[in-house]
């Protein structure tokens, strides 16, 4: 014999869920998912999967990564002028 308790004791004396509620500021009050420190309403295991795989992705153009790109080619260019401007003898004033 394991243990004394009956299912619905265990989900009683399981951990609660952390997230507030917006209207009232109270707990949730539900259980927390094992492994999460919230409910199954309220965010754990949820979302969709990053990049390609998401329903909604079109182009990718607004991604982390072309931004990231386009921040890292912005910054070349920036120098590369800059070196110009030095060596045409304008940035000595």
Known sequence: ?????????KAHLAPRCT??????GCLCKNP????????RMHGARGG???GPQHPCWRHGERS???????????????EVRQEVKLMSGRGSR
């Open 19 to 24: 997230a507030h509620s917006k209207r009232t």
């Open 1 to 9: 014999m394991e243990s004394d308790l009956s299912p619905m004791q």
């Open 32 to 39: 927390a998912v094992r492994g999460w420190k919230v409910c």
């Open 48 to 50: 969709q999967p990053a």
């Open 64 to 78: 982390a990564e072309a931004v990231a790109l386009r921040k890292w080619a912005a910054a070349i260019v920036r």
